[in-house]
């Protein structure tokens, strides 16, 4: 049991670790918040939080402008964000969240993943109840602050739940009170280096180690796509 468990948690953090190899998924996000909303980080909610997740990955300020101004140029490709739902090995729930030029594209290769797998994809919304999407906020604690005066603070923004792990505070709300968090922590001068929307698996499943190594092969498979933006699963 102690074996699988450690099994778990390293392949999990491996995932989330691969997915900082996301220099160009970080721009695109950029791109595409700056293409929607202007490229003035002060006047666009969604690229200052692309920006401050490029730069919690330590992405360099020439990509992250280059970026922006990408989505500024006559020839900027026109991104779509698409989700697909599907069910991989030994049933396993995957959430995949892709930002595309190209959807005949983007569709085809996440279909092939599952397929390949010996999993496919399901309708649209199939999924949805299986998730709780989540406003989600990290930054390291500090001296000075005192958690239980910053929930106090944080209700009325839409708090559901604060917790610390080694130093480092997660906050997390329901999704529709991203805004109203994000300008409670600016508002409370705290300044948060990972913000993100992120579905949480209403049940999460423990999978066999056996298990585990065939759902990585796909997952890998799905998060190396360049027009995969996130994955979830519902995986414990």
Request: charged share 35%.
């Amino acid at each position: 049991m102690g074996r699988a468990f450690e099994y778990r948690r390293a392949a999990k953090e491996k995932r989330w670790d691969k997915m900082s190899k996301i220099f160009p998924k970080l721009a695109k996000a950029i791109t595409v918040a700056a293409k929607e909303g202007g490229g003035d980080p002060e006047m666009n909610a969604k690229l200052r939080t692309a920006i401050q997740n490029a730069k919690a990955e330590n992405m360099p300020k020439d990509n992250i402008e280059n970026a922006i101004k990408r989505a500024e140029g006559k020839d900027a490709a026109e991104y779509t964000e698409v989700n697909y739902e599907g069910k991989g090995p030994h049933g396993v729930l995957v959430f995949v969240e892709c930002a595309t030029d190209n959807t005949t594209r983007t569709v085809a290769n996440v279909k092939a993943y599952f397929s390949k797998s010996g999993g496919g994809i399901v309708p649209n919304g199939s999924l949805e109840f299986m998730f709780n999407r989540k406003a989600s906020f990290e930054f390291d604690k500090t001296e000075e602050m005192d958690l239980e005066e910053m929930e106090l603070e944080l209700i009325d923004a839409g708090l559901e739940e604060i917790e610390e792990n080694d130093g480092r505070v997660y906050v997390y709300g329901d999704y529709t009170n991203f805004g109203t968090l994000s300008k409670a922590f600016e508002e409370l001068n705290i300044e948060v280096d990972k913000a993100l929307l992120k579905r949480i698996p209403t049940t999460p499943v423990e999978f066999s180690e056996e298990q585990m190594e065939e759902i990585e092969k796909m997952l890998d498979k799905i998060e190396d796509d360049d027009d995969v933006q996130a994955v979830y699963t519902n995986i414990a």
